[in-house]
């Protein structure tokens, strides 16, 4: 049988379901047990003293049951009533019998009073008010007869204390369970926040603790983040050293085309200029998202402003509509580079583009549409990847870029812990590009 249906209701902290496993035993265990006390031993009990009780309150019944008047039923069942430790007298014709339960826990009263309306006749009002008295209201043919005797003849003393202890112990050593588990689940909470925030682009100070097994998994956490840290500074310093590198015999390019004739130079200077923007394009995805740390950025703002330099550059761009309000943690600086890419891809491809910014509680999204010819889905894959050149869905005569535009938003996006998606523009008809970060 699939449990699947069961899923949703779920806790999904590790905090939640380590206390429900540690709890739901623990409550079935004291449900059985108390079920088990109350069915099996404690009516059982109740039901014999119950029995015995109604017996001695007829043998008194019996006893007054051929005297003509109240003293005289009185003084013919003193014997009886001395022996059996009882006190009887009878109430006022105006006097009403009161019965009910003195306390909210005695759970076992219900049942003596059920089973003494069954077996004494005649029997008005039942009234247990505390731990002590038992009072029986019966009528008789010289008025209501008040009986008095001890509680504890009619069920256990105190048939709650079993109950009440479970309980206490069980809250008590399920309280001391949970704090020893949130000091031995602390170590992972610890380790998957550390993870988290490297995943968002963040360096969180980390130290492995905990028990062996959560020791060794921080270990491996630590080694794998330094291996990342230190390809990233290789590649970085890799493509700005080759980048630099090829500065100088372009600028000397540069300088010696200037000394030639206009019309002879004008066709090496536009090759020169087209090395220029690869370099430019190569050392902007060597970069990537690494050269600031986050920090809490009003994302309208940025965006508006965004827009705003890209109408002064002369692209067609418009922001459209902003929904939701508040800081997020974000580098300016990426930022601004992956929306200015695929601003300038939407203006280079089609006419004009339109962006829209939608803030949650749990997101941030930065969608750019444009009404160009748009990437097919079989393609949208290989056209993140650097290098990436479609053909058939971008006219490459456009632009003179090498394929590193999306792969450089989307190498920004996932440093910031979030990620690029693709799709046609239901408004534009070109394409959908969505920059989503998680809040």
Known sequence: MSARWLKPYMPRSLYARAALILALPVIVVLLVVAIAFLQKHLEDVTGQMVRTASREVNLILDVMRGTESQQQAIAAARPDLSALQMRAQFLDPNEQPVSGYGRWYDFIAPQIEKELDELVPGIQAVALPNSQDAKLFIATHLGVLELTFDRRRLSPAAPHQLIVTMLFFAILMTSISFLYMRNQLRPITRLAKAAQAFGRGRIVPYSPSGAVEVRAAGSAFLDM?????????????????????????????????????????????????????????????????????????????????????????????????????????????????????????????????????????????????????????????????PFSRLDPARNQNQGTGVGLGLAIVADIARAHGGTLRLAKSERMGGLCADIIIGR
């Open 225 to 385: 983040r330094a291996r990342i840290e230190r390809q990233i500074e290789q590649r970085t310093r890799m493509l700005s050293g080759v980048s630099h590198d090829l500065r100088t015999p372009l600028t000397r390019l540069k300088l010696g085309l200037a000394m030639m004739p206009e019309e002879e130079a004008a066709p090496l200077l536009r090759d020169v200029n087209e090395m220029q923007s690869l370099l430019d394009a190569f050392l902007d995805f060597s970069r990537g998202a690494s050269e600031s740390e986050p920090e809490e950025v009003d994302a309208e703002v940025l965006v508006s402003q965004i827009v705003r330099d890209a109408n002064r550059a002369g692209y067609d761009v418009e922001l459209v509509s902003t929904e939701g309000q508040g800081l997020s943690m974000l580098r300016p600086v990426s930022i601004r580079r992956a929306l200015e890419n695929l601003i300038g891809n939407a203006v280079r491809y089609g006419n004009r583009a339109e962006v829209s910014l939608s803030l949650t509680p749990k997101s941030l999204r930065i969608r750019v549409e444009d009404d160009g010819p748009g990437i097919p889905p079989e393609q949208r894959t290989e056209a993140v990847k």
